[in-house]
């Protein structure tokens, strides 16, 4: 399994990134997956999740309505589109394949990308 994080970068407050993960080594389609985020000295915390078919979407309170996850499984790529950012949004943002549970519980998650850095300026 390997999931390839990018599209993380530095950004003024107010602006927009899109971060992409690439997924490969297993049934994209077939898993349900998530984004987490982990600003120094914090605990890593769940950002949002997208089941197999993109029908089911959650979120936690401080992205919603500014972020968005989506997925093409036929490029088997994973998106977190990042609007309106804050600088507390600064932070690595990981990727992850969901393997049952809880949608927001770190160890319902199996698999982990590498990381991208997003930094925002304010």
């Known amino acids: 399994v390997q999931l390839q994080a990018s599209g993380g970068g530095l950004v003024q407050a107010g602006g927009s990134l899109r971060l992409s993960c690439a997924a490969s080594g297993f049934a994209f389609r077939s898993h349900s997956m998530g984004w987490f985020r982990q600003a120094p000295g914090k605990e890593r915390e769940f950002i949002a999740f997208v089941s197999t078919d993109s029908t089911i979407t959650y979120y936690t309170m401080s992205v919603k309505g500014r972020f968005t996850i989506s997925r093409d499984n036929a490029e088997n790529t994973l998106y977190l589109q990042m609007n309106s950012l804050r600088p507390e949004d600064t932070a690595v943002y990981y990727c992850?394949?969901?393997?049952?549970?809880?949608?927001?519980?770190?160890?319902?998650?199996?698999?982990w990308g590498q990381g991208t850095q997003v930094t925002v300026s304010s």
């Open positions: 992850a394949v969901c393997r049952g549970g809880t949608y927001s519980d770190r160890v319902s998650y199996n698999y």
